[in-house]
C-alpha cells in the first residue's frame, strides 16, 4: 500500500527485455534506497513493482506482460522521468490517500494552463471508470494523490500546486500525455458491496441504472 505522496523523481536508466517481458532499472534520484531491500514495493508512475536487484542509487524490477500492456510503463524509454514512493508502514503519516500501486486504466491529458500559480489539468479516463470518480473526491495519477475539482461524463479537472509540480512529473505534462490512473479504493468496494448477492453472479460486473432501480435505489 502508498499514500500518493511522491517521494522522489527517478529516472528510466534501461529496459532489458527478457523472454517476453522486461526488466527496468531505475535511477531512484532522491528515494532513499538504503532502507529499501530486496522484494520491497516500490511505485513506479503507481504502479506497484517489487525490487528484485538493489545496487546504490538504482533498483531493478520486472515488468509482466500484464503490467506492459495496462499502464504507461511500455510507452516509456531510457531517461524517462517517474514518480516514486516507497510502501507505507504503520508509522507513516497518511497525506494523501490509500494507494494499493494497481492500475485501473490509462487516462490521456486534454488540456493543462496556469491558474495563478497553480495549473489547472484535465484528463480523460476510460469510460468504464467514470463512476468511481467524484467531485472532490480523491484519484491517483502516476502515483500522486490529487483531489478531483470537477467531473463531466469521463473528463475530470485537477488543480496542481507549485510544489506538486516541482516534486512530480507533472510539470512535464503536455496535451496528449498518457497516465496511470486509480481511482479511490473505497470507490471499487462500496461497488461491490451494493451489489450484495449479485456479486457472485458472473453476468452482473457492475452497478448500472436499472440494477439500481430493480433493487429500490431508484424510483
Not at 33 to 45: K, P, R, T
Not at 64 to 76: A, I, M, Q, V
Not at 156 to 163: A, E, Q, Y
Request: hydrophobic content about 40%.
Amino acid at each position: 500500500m502508498f499514500t500518493g505522496i511522491i517521494q522522489a523523481i527517478g529516472e528510466i536508466e534501461q529496459l532489458q527485455p527478457r523472454d517476453g517481458d522486461v526488466r527496468v532499472a531505475v535511477r531512484a534520484g532522491k528515494l532513499r534506497l538504503s532502507e529499501a531491500s530486496i522484494g520491497d514495493s516500490i511505485a513506479v508512475n503507481g504502479i506497484c513493482l517489487t525490487a528484485v536487484a538493489i545496487e546504490g542509487n538504482r533498483f531493478m524490477a520486472d515488468l509482466s506482460r500484464e503490467t506492459l500492456s495496462l499502464t504507461t510503463l511500455g510507452d516509456l524509454n531510457s531517461g524517462a522521468r517517474v514518480n516514486l514512493e516507497t510502501a507505507l508502514t504503520l508509522s507513516t503519516p497518511l497525506g494523501g490517500h490509500l494507494v494499493s500501486g494497481h492500475i485501473d486504466g490509462v487516462g490521456t491529458v486534454l488540456d493543462i494552463h496556469q491558474d495563478g500559480r497553480s495549473w489547472r489539468l484535465q484528463i480523460h479516463a476510460p469510460g468504464e471508470l467514470a463512476r468511481y470518480i467524484a467531485h472532490k473526491g480523491s484519484i491517483c495519477v502516476d502515483g500522486a494523490s490529487l483531489t478531483v475539482n470537477e467531473i463531466k461524463g469521463s473528463v475530470f479537472d485537477l488543480n496542481i500546486v507549485p510544489h506538486t509540480l516541482e516534486e512530480t512529473i507533472i510539470g512535464g505534462y503536455r496535451t496528449g500525455t498518457r497516465v496511470n490512473l486509480e481511482v479511490d479504493l473505497i470507490a471499487r468496494y462500496l461497488e461491490r458491496l451494493v451489489l450484495g448477492e449479485q456479486a457472485g453472479n458472473h453476468e452482473v460486473s457492475a452497478i448500472t441504472e436499472e440494477f439500481l432501480r430493480r433493487h429500490g435505489y431508484l424510483r
